[in-house]
Every structure is written in structure tokens, then in C-alpha cells.
């Protein structure tokens, strides 16, 4: 199976700071890469697919990037509603996997 | 409006088994991949299950921690997904999430379930 490893496992930040959480994947994914934010007692919420596909209703300040085997998720300027954990996951290969997640909490 | 809702969790014990369903309303179900994702307490998610459509021979996939205990199923009459999950360890306890994805489209997970808990001691 294809693994992802998410860095930092946890982010301490403040509002209006600029986020940036990466993932890491053991094989080339190509661009097949999504990610995830999920709030506490609630199930994820898709943010972007294929790297860097903004999904309907996703604010703009959500941004992705990479290609292969590194990929990024940037928040240009976090805001109240953003303290979370994020998770990418690639969909290049069966199984399915995700990175082991990211949890941004207010500095 | 998709809504997925999980059904049929509880307290089971090591060994036993457990059956989850997932009803679906809002969306083509027929021609839909039905699937299943889990997240321990405080842990990552893990995807576990997928059972495509009729139209690929509703074949059906598992990550290799559930091969041969779990097995998903669907029931295109009743718009519903189903988990049943055999030799139950401790391991397996955790929130159990039914998503959907396009068949023969990416496997990204727009629409989920509210979660459904299944927890497995003595």
C-alpha cells in the first residue's frame, strides 16, 4: 500500500497566520491526491481533489499544490473557523490511503 | 440533498460479529461505489471497503487489515450499503463512516455519513 505521511502531526498557530502542512506519499501518486478537514465529533470535509481543485464552497484562502510524491495544503491566512485536523489522501492506487492527519490548534 | 446514514452499531465482543448498514437518498445510488472508512478514537482515517456498481459486477475491494472478516455488500432495491464484519477484534473498535464516490470516476469522498460507532471488549 501506498503511504502518506503528514507533517507536522500538530501545528500551533495563530489567526491570520499563513499554514502550510505537507504530504508525503512512499510512490509516485501523480496528481490523485486529496485533502480533508474534520472538526471534532464530525465527519470529514472534502477541501481539495487532484491537488489542487478547490471544491464547491471551500473558501479561497485553501490552496494546494505538489505533483508525485510531495504536496502541500496552504491556508494563507487562517481564520476562527480553521482550528481542525486535515487529512490527504491518495486515490492513485487501491487501497485507498490517508495520511495520518494534521491537527491545527490555536497558538 | 445526499444523505448517507450508518445504522447497526454497538458493544460486540472479541470474536463476535456486527452488521452495519447505510442508507443512501439523494443520489444516483445505482450508479454509485459505495464505500466504507473508519477512524480509531484519536487516530487517522483508514479505508476499509468498496463495493462498486452493477454495471462493474458489483466487484468489491477491502484494505488487507479486514480481508477475509469483513465484507460489504449493497442492496440497489433499498438505496443501502452494507458492512458485515466477522472475528471482531479490539483493534477494530472505532467510528465506522459510509461514503460514496462515481463509479468509474476519482475515488474522492464528497458526501459522508454521520459515523457510526462499533466497539469491540470484553
Redesign the interface.
Known amino acids: 500500500d501506498i503511504q502518506l505521511t503528514q507533517s507536522p502531526s500538530t501545528l500551533s498557530a495563530s489567526v491570520g497566520d499563513r499554514v502550510t502542512i505537507t504530504c508525503r506519499a512512499s510512490e509516485n501518486i501523480n496528481r490523485w491526491l486529496a485533502w480533508y478537514q474534520q472538526k471534532p465529533g464530525k465527519a470529514p470535509k472534502l477541501l481539495i481533489y487532484t491537488t489542487s481543485n478547490l471544491e464547491s464552497g471551500v473558501p479561497s484562502r485553501f490552496s494546494g499544490s505538489g505533483f508525485g510524491t510531495e504536496f502541500t495544503l496552504t491556508i494563507s491566512s487562517l481564520q476562527p473557523d480553521d482550528f481542525a485536523t486535515y487529512h490527504c489522501q491518495q486515490y492513485n492506487t487501491y487501497s485507498l490511503t490517508f495520511g495520518g492527519g494534521t491537527k491545527v490548534e490555536i497558538k | 440533498e445526499v444523505q448517507l446514514v450508518e445504522s447497526g452499531g454497538g458493544l460486540v465482543q472479541p470474536g463476535g460479529s456486527l452488521k452495519l448498514s447505510c442508507a443512501a437518498s439523494g443520489v444516483t445510488f445505482s450508479g454509485s461505489a459505495m ?1 466504507w472508512v473508519r477512524q480509531a478514537s484519536g487516530k ?4 476499509i471497503a ?1 463495493v462498486r456498481s452493477k454495471a462493474n459486477n458489483y466487484a468489491t ?4 487489515s479486514v480481508t477475509g472478516r469483513f465484507t460489504i455488500s449493497r442492496d440497489d432495491s433499498r438505496n443501502t450499503a452494507y458492512l458485515q464484519m466477522n472475528g471482531l477484534q479490539t483493534a477494530d473498535t472505532a467510528i465506522y ?1 459510509c461514503t460514496t464516490t462515481d463509479d468509474g470516476g ?5 458526501y ?4 457510526i460507532l462499533a466497539t469491540v471488549s470484553s
Open positions: 464505500h487517522g482515517l483508514e479505508w468498496r475491494t477491502y484494505a488487507a463512516y476519482n475515488s474522492i469522498f464528497k459522508w455519513g454521520q459515523g
